[in-house]
């Protein structure tokens, strides 16, 4: 738990709103994010689902090193989650290389291929989806160290720091994010994005 966390579960109600005037934007963003994490503790009643997002061990660091430029220069396509993919013949997608995020289960009767990789990250869609997350039968998945305890330990589960903000995009994508943690935001398919150039896809295609 961060310092301000801490500090902030200290003090009276009164005080805090005082405290929440006067901080600075990124400080009350950690604490609206903190005050998120205790809604899905309560609400899922979980408790060995942390929410905080510790930094990567050495262990957990050197796993997601070695994805480094494995697949340089090949082709990817990240695939959302919009309607578009109604309009769209998935199936021409048959022997890529597939990323996809969220409930892609719901796909699957609908499309012969299955993803290589997944990511997940959001504070309310992966603590409602816990068992499917981690029963996902797909080689490579991605998670936030945050819900380490909620996603289990598994040999094609790799974790990441993610360091989300309200930021541009550009300045939210890292250059060397296996240390400084991908930066998410706003939709999941940055975390994708950055995870697909991180293991060197080149071309990044986006669907959905």
């Known amino acids: 738990m961060s310092q301000a966390s801490k500090f902030f579960r200290t003090v009276s109600s009164k005080s805090k709103k005082i405290l929440i005037r006067v901080l600075p ?3 009350k963003n950690r ?3 903190y005050r998120r994490v205790r809604e899905v503790l309560t609400i899922i009643g979980q408790p060995q689902y942390s929410g905080i997002d510790p930094e990567l061990s050495i262990t957990d660091l050197d796993r997601l090193s070695l994805m480094k430029n494995k697949y340089a220069g090949e082709r990817i396509f990240i695939v959302g989650n919009g309607p578009s ?3 769209t ?3 021409q997608l048959d022997d890529e290389y597939i990323f996809c995020m969220n409930r892609v289960s719901l ?12 990511t997940a990250f959001d504070l309310r869609v992966v603590p409602d989806n816990l068992d499917e997350f981690n029963s996902l039968d797909i080689p490579y998945k991605f998670f936030a160290t945050k819900h380490k305890g909620a996603i289990n330990e598994q040999e094609n589960h790799f974790w990441y720091h993610d360091r989300s903000s309200a930021d541009d995009f550009s300045n939210r994508f890292s250059g ?7 930066g998410g935001g706003g939709t999941v398919s940055c ?6 150039s991180y293991m060197g896809f080149d071309p990044i295609v986006l669907i959905g």
């Open 85 to 87: 993919l109604n309009n």
């Open 176 to 182: 060397d994010p296996a240390i400084t943690g991908f």
């Open 25 to 27: 934007m990124s400080l």
């Open 89 to 91: 013949d998935l199936d």
């Open 31 to 33: 604490l609206k994010q």
């Open 191 to 196: 975390v994708a994005i950055q995870i697909a």
């Open 107 to 118: 796909l699957f009767e609908r499309v012969r291929w299955r993803p290589q990789f997944f």
